[in-house]
C-alpha cells in the first residue's frame, strides 16, 4: 500500500513543482515530468526542478540500477548540471508516465557521454521509441547535446523504451516530457508543389533547427515554451547581402495570427532584411543553408513580423526554398488586416528530401518593384516522422519493426490455422452428427414442388443434397491468400 501511495504522489509532485516556474511564463502545462537521470539530488534549472532520479524511480521499469557521474568538466551552458550525471540502462527498460490531457507533449533527451566504471558511453548504441515511433534509431553520441521531439500523446499512459542495440548499452543524463500548447502545431500546412498537407497533428516531429534571424541567441529563459532559439549569421551564405534591425517594442500579437507561445517577442522583433549597399544588383535574395536528414519531409516554419517598414504596404517580398518560390509578393499589412508590425507565421512542408542541404531564401518582389527590400525574423525546421516506423533508414531501426512485423505475423498466422483446424473439427464433428440423423430420418427435397415425404433410402431418391460450404456453417472462410495477406507474406 505504502508504493502504490507513493506512486499517486509522485506524478503529481512531479507536475505541480515545475508548473509554479510555467506559470510565470503565461502557459501551465497539464503534463510536466522532468528528471535528472542519475542524479541523488533535485536540480533547478532556470526556475524548472529535474526530479533527482530516485524520485522518478516508479515511473521506470529497468533491470538494472547504475547511475553514474563524472567529476570531469562538463560543456558550459544553463543545463550543465544536468550533463554531470546519467543512468546507464543495461538492457531494454521503460518509463511509464500518466498523461491527465492526451494531445501534443515535448519529448527532451539529454545526452552527454562519459566514462564511468568500465562504461563507455560514447560508444553506446541504441533507441529510443515511444508509441508506435522511433525517435533516436541504432544512435550514439560523442558530444553533449539535447535533442526534442513533438509527439502526439493519444492515451491516459505514455511509455517511452530505451533499448540498447546488441551487444551494447544506453544511457541518459535528463528527460522531459512536457504538454505542449496546441495551437503549435495545426492539422494543415502548405506544401511543395503547392498544395495542402493534412494529419499533421498526427505526426511525430523532430526539431533540427531553431535560429533567430538579425538577433543573438534566445535563451529558454525569455521563451515561454523553454525553447532556445541560435543566431542566424553561421548558415547565412552571403553575409554581406543581409543586415540585422531590432525593434522589439514594435512587435504586436494580433488575434488570430502568432502568439507568444509560438514565438516570443525577442525572435519577431528582430530581422535580417536585404543590404542593397552588399551588392551592385538590388535583385538580390538573402539566402540560408541548413544540414537536413536524407529521405526525410521537413516541415519548415517562416516567422515574419514588418518591423522594418514606417508606414503599411511599403513591404513587398518573396519567399523560397530551395529554387521554388512558396511565397509570392508577400504583402504583410494585408494579411494582418492592416496592423504594422503584426506577428505572423506560415508552415510549409517540403517533399521527401533527396539532398542532405536545404536553402532558404527572401528577395525583393519582382511584381512590386517600388521598395527593394526582403526580411525574416525567424525559422524553424522540423522532421516528419509517419506513426508507423522509424525517421531514420538504418538497418538497425527497421530491424525493430521487422522484428515485430515478423513476429506480429507469425502469431496472426498461427491464431488463424488454429482457427482453422477448430473450424474444420468443428465441421466434421458436426458432418458426423448430421449423417446420423440422416441415416434415421432423411427428408429429401422435393424438385416438383411438392411436400417433403418422409421416407428411407437413398439419398438421390426423389430429391437433391449440396453440401455447404464453410461459409455456410462458420460465416468466414479462411483461405492461404487471406492468411498470406493479413501477415504480409509470412513477413517477407
Known sequence: MSNRRTWQFLPALAVLLPCLVWISHGYTPP?????????????TVGGRIFLAD???SNFLSTPQNVLAETSNSVPSSEYSQLYQTARIFTGTTKYTFFISRTGRHW????????????????????????????????FSVSSAIMREFSVNVTSGTFVITIMPSTGSFAFLNALEVVSMPDEIIVDEAGTLPPGKFGGLTGQTLETVWRVN????????????????????SPFLINS??????????AVKYVPGMATQDIAPRSVYGTVAEM???????????????FTIDVGARHLVRFHLCDIVSKSLNLLYFSVYIDSSVVAPDLDLSRISSNTLAAAYYFDIVTPVSESNKILVKVGPSKRFASNQNAILN?????????????????????????IAGVSGGVF?????????????????????TANSELSKSWIPLSTEGGTPSRSMGSKYSNGTVTTASPAHYFGYRFPFIAIQEATKNFGE
Open 213 to 232: 534571424m538579425g538577433g543573438p541567441l534566445v535563451s529558454f529563459r525569455n521563451d515561454t515554451l523553454f525553447r532556445t532559439w541560435v543566431p542566424d
Open 107 to 138: 519529448i527532451r533527451l539529454y545526452l552527454n557521454p562519459f566514462p564511468y566504471d568500465g562504461f563507455d558511453m560514447s560508444t553506446m548504441k541504441f533507441a529510443v521509441l515511444v508509441q508506435d515511433s522511433v525517435l533516436l534509431n541504432d
Open 378 to 402: 525567424g525559422l524553424e525546421i522540423m522532421k516528419l516522422t509517419d506513426g508507423n516506423g522509424a525517421p531514420s533508414s538504418s538497418s538497425s531501426g527497421k530491424s525493430v519493426f521487422l
Open 412 to 432: 496472426v498466422a498461427l491464431v488463424l490455422f488454429v482457427g482453422i483446424g477448430y473450424l474444420l473439427c468443428l465441421r466434421r464433428s458436426q458432418r458426423r
Open 54 to 56: 530516485q524520485s522518478a
Open 31 to 43: 503534463d510536466s515530468y522532468l528528471i535528472d537521470c542519475g542524479s541523488q539530488t533535485n536540480t
Open 275 to 289: 543590404n542593397t549597399q552588399g551588392s551592385l544588383n538590388n535583385n538580390i535574395n538573402v539566402t540560408w543553408e
Open 240 to 249: 554581406n547581402l543581409a543586415k540585422n534591425f531590432s525593434n522589439i517594442g
